[in-house]
């Protein structure tokens, strides 16, 4: 694996949400062990010409937290990155990433939640998300953004019982039983 130097900033993230206790836990260690820079991250460039962090959100931001200008990364070829439905799944993530403006690790700063919250915001979210990219009736789909269009589809059941909704500050809501519901844990 030929690894490379990146700007910090300069890379890309796939995800909304960090989890504070993985934090603190990648912290502590880095602290315990003297940080020295963590092991090369993965990056896969989907289309942008950018290196977007495919894995290890939680390293990078907290070496970028310790004032480290640059990462050492490599090129993702794993099939979990680069499969059709892979793809499909991060490029979605990716843009819930640019309609909450996370276009670097410096904007997860205030994105860190506690562990419950971390499984329904972004764990969550991610299931809900891949759930909609397995539904082959892209009508239905229509059809339910339609069900809340001052709103963003960003998620479904399988079965359609149920779809997934964020508002303008990505509060979650929940359409089911032709209502439309805050979701549980509202607040972050």
């Known amino acids: ?12 993230v796939s995800q909304l949400y960090l989890n ?3 934090l603190e836990a990648v912290k502590n260690r880095s602290l315990e062990e003297g940080f020295d820079g963590y092991g090369p991250l993965p990056v ?15 390293r990078a931001f907290a070496t970028w937290q310790l004032g480290r200008p ?7 070829t794993d099939p979990n990155v680069t499969s059709k ?5 991060y490029r ?14 410096s904007k997860l700063q205030g994105r ?9 915001f972004w764990l969550e979210r991610c299931r809900r998300g891949h759930q ?10 229509e059809k339910a953004a339609a069900l809340a269009p001052e709103m963003r589809l960003y998620g479904a059941e399988r079965d359609l019982s149920a779809f997934y909704f964020e508002d303008a500050q990505g509060k979650p809501y929940k359409y089911y039983d032709g209502e439309l519901k805050p979701e549980r844990g509202d607040t972050l």
């Open 132 to 141: 909609m990219q397995l539904i082959r009736d892209r009508q239905a789909l």
């Open 70 to 76: 640059t990462l050492t990364v490599y090129w993702d």
């Open 20 to 22: 504070q206790r993985k």
């Open 112 to 120: 860190v939640l506690q562990p419950a919250a971390y499984e329904l």
């Open 92 to 105: 979605m993530a990716l843009e819930w990433c640019r309609n909450a403006g996370v276009t670097d690790l």
């Open 85 to 89: 439905l892979s793809q499909k799944i």
């Open 1 to 12: 694996m030929e690894t490379f130097e990146i700007p910090i900033l300069e890379a890309g």
């Open 44 to 58: 896969y460039d989907f289309g942008d010409g950018r290196p977007t962090l495919t894995d290890g959100h939680h």
